[in-house]
Nanobody
């Protein structure tokens, strides 16, 4: 089992910034990737940003590239999402995601979600 605790969501005006944090505990030794997804009302969950736990390679959705930065602290088993120049369309519940890989078995673990609301 992997447990995830998220923090940092809230209400911000357009153009503002927020920083999300996600601390992982439990069977984190097999972490492969960590990242953030989001889900707006009436829309499917989408990947926002992902970081490879060992190599540090990153992926960003096109809609956030240049505005969001994902980073990690391996010692603290924590991943961060710095969100700048926020737009109303960034409003969503943001979920932390951890992918573990043990042998050929890949599992996804999810946080409880944190609300981000950007007002215009």
């Amino acid at each position: 089992q992997v447990q995830l605790v998220e923090s940092g969501g809230g209400l911000v005006q357009a153009g503002g910034s927020l920083r999300l944090s996600c601390a992982a505990s439990g069977r984190t030794f097999s972490t492969d990737n960590m990242g953030w997804y989001r889900q707006a009302p009436g829309k499917p969950r989408e990947s926002v940003a992902t970081i490879n736990w060992s190599g540090g390679d990153t992926y960003y959705a096109g809609s956030v590239k240049g505005r969001f930065t994902i980073s990690k602290d391996n010692a603290m088993n924590t991943v961060y999402l710095q969100m700048n120049s926020l737009k109303p369309e960034d409003t969503a519940i943001y979920y932390c995601n951890v992918q573990t890989l043990e042998g050929l078995t890949r599992r996804h673990w999810w946080g409880q979600g944190t609300q981000v609301t950007v007002s215009s």
